[in-house]
């Protein structure tokens, strides 16, 4: 079954409002979850490393301000892209691994349309 | 530094055909682990295989097989006897060490099962 779950799968949202997208890892306590963007025919591209109880670490060219991390349980992350634009439109992928000696588990993923 | 290459963008074959993916890595770290994953048009991302440095041996797991040389740096996918179920795109990623939870991603490759 799902060991970690992501939600809502698909939104679509006006210009300048704020859409806020959860994963939790259901089977395990994950200290560390990732963020991801995927462009259409390309690859995952890493956004940030969500760390339990502190900040976040954002890849070069991720602005902080516009996707807010917050992972404030072992099972809970969540990210917000702030004051929404099209260009933010794309699809977000959110990850957890139970240790780095095991696979990553992935989130169905979330299809964001601004529109 | 470390690297995921898949060279092979896209490819096409016949159904009952037999296809490898190719993949080859860079690290320096002699502790490393290797990861395929399958993602269908659907967008999820689903865990293939794990394999870790120190175990070369070849898997198979019914029509699927991983060929891992540490000589070549490479862990090629193959699949026999090719469905249409099987097209979607494949990643190979690449962690390092027994404290990085962080994966490096290949570029994937794009395969397409004609019936």
């Known amino acids: 079954g799902a060991v970690v779950s992501q939600h809502p799968s698909r939104v679509i949202c006006k210009s300048g409002t704020s859409v806020k997208i959860e994963c939790r890892s259901l089977d395990f306590q994950a200290t560390t979850m990732f963020w991801y963007r995927q462009f259409p025919k390309q690859s995952l591209m890493l956004m940030a490393t969500s760390n339990e109880g502190s900040k976040a670490t954002y890849e070069q060219g991720v602005e902080k301000d516009k996707f807010l991390i917050n992972h404030a349980s072992l099972t809970l992350s969540t990210l917000t892209v702030t004051s929404a634009h099209p260009e933010d439109s794309s699809f977000y992928i959110c990850?957890?691994?139970?240790?780095?000696?095991?696979?990553?588990?992935f989130g169905q993923g979330t299809r964001l349309t601004v529109v | 530094a470390q690297k995921v290459t898949q060279a092979q963008t896209e490819i096409s074959v016949v159904e009952k055909e037999d296809v490898t993916l190719d993949c080859v890595y860079e690290t320096r770290d002699t502790t490393y682990y290797l990861f395929w994953y399958k993602q269908p048009p659907s967008g999820e991302l689903v865990f293939l295989i794990r394999?870790?440095?120190?175990d070369e041996q070849n898997e198979i797991s019914g029509r699927y097989s991983w060929n891992f040389q540490k000589s070549t740096s490479s862990f090629n996918f193959t699949i026999t006897a090719s469905q249409v179920v099987d097209s979607a795109v494949y990643f190979c990623?690449?962690?390092?060490?027994?404290?990085?939870?962080?994966?490096?991603w290949g570029a994937g490759t794009k395969l397409i099962i004609k019936p």
């Open positions: 394999r870790n440095s120190f």
């Open positions: 990623a690449l962690s390092e060490g027994d404290s990085n939870y962080q994966l490096i």
């Open positions: 990850s957890a691994r139970e240790s780095p000696a095991t696979e990553a588990f």
